[in-house]
T-cell receptor, first 117, second 111 residues
Framework: GAVVSQHPSWVICKSGTSVKIECRSL??????MFWYRQFPKQSLMLMAT?????????EQGVEKDKFLINHASLTLSTLTVTSAHPEDSSFYIC?????????????FGPGTRLTVL | TQLLEQSPQFLSIQEGENLTVYCNSS?????LQWYRQEPGEGPVLLVT?????EVKKLKRLTFQFGDARKDSSLHITAAQPGDTGLYLC???????????FGTGTRLQVTL
């Protein structure tokens, strides 16, 4: 299998605080992980590509100072939403690309619902 | 910018009916994935197709990758309530490992 976990599954925080979301590949090593954001009834929007041991690559329009990504090991990437505001409330999903598959197939975590009050 | 348009956006059918979801683009992709997502959960991979013209069958689901690698379709035979969900196609790039996601098709199957 290819199992990806996320923690926490949901979080409620006050405006101005920071929130960290963890993404782990449980049964494979992932040199590349991805962070997405999804608004209700919409498709996934790629925020950034997280590469183990190097800086993340952010998509156009995504503030790298607001959404801090760290990929410290081959099985863990973290997304920190800094100084969160209500407009940051969303469903955040990570995925991991399994090496050696020869395709761009990604395996997704269960998502984290962030609500900023 | 690569875009993947899915149609229809929303489909409500009764159990036992057949349906087809389309995924179209003007761009050529190295591979095409289909995912299904249920509310409050992450997308679950259904299939990956990598060869133009490829057809894959998984029980009641048939996936096709267009000859030109620009489009794909998902056909469901005898839909069941358990098929309800958001169906997403995603195209793989040639130089980067990131995926381009389609606009999504929300399927509702009722008894």
């Amino acid at each position: 299998g290819a199992v990806v976990s996320q923690h926490p599954s949901w979080v409620i925080c006050k405006s101005g605080t920071s929130v960290k979301i963890e993404c782990r590949s449980l049964d494979f090593q992932a040199t590349t992980m991805f962070w997405y954001r999804q608004f209700p009834k919409q498709s996934l929007m790629l925020m950034a590509t997280s590469n183990e041991g190097s800086k993340a690559t952010y998509e156009q329009g995504v503030e790298k100072d607001k959404f801090l990504i760290n990929h410290a090991s081959l099985t863990l990437s973290t997304l920190t939403v800094t100084s969160a505001h209500p407009e940051d409330s969303s469903f955040y999903i990570c995925s991991a690309r399994r090496p050696g598959t020869g395709t761009d197939t990604q395996y997704f975590g269960p998502g984290t619902r962030l609500t900023v009050l | 910018t690569q875009l993947l348009e899915q149609s229809p956006q929303f489909l409500s059918i009764q159990e036992g009916e057949n349906l087809t979801v389309y995924c179209n683009s003007s761009s050529v992709f190295s591979s095409l994935q289909w995912y299904r997502q249920e509310p409050g959960e992450g997308p679950v991979l259904l299939v990956t197709v990598v060869t133009g013209g490829e057809v894959k069958k998984l029980k009641r689901l048939t996936f096709q990758f267009g000859d030109a690698r620009k489009d794909s379709s998902l056909h469901i035979t005898a839909a069941q309530p358990g098929d309800t969900g958001l169906y997403l196609c995603a195209g793989g790039g040639w130089t980067a490992s990131k995926l381009t996601f389609g606009t999504g098709t929300r399927l509702q199957v009722t008894l």
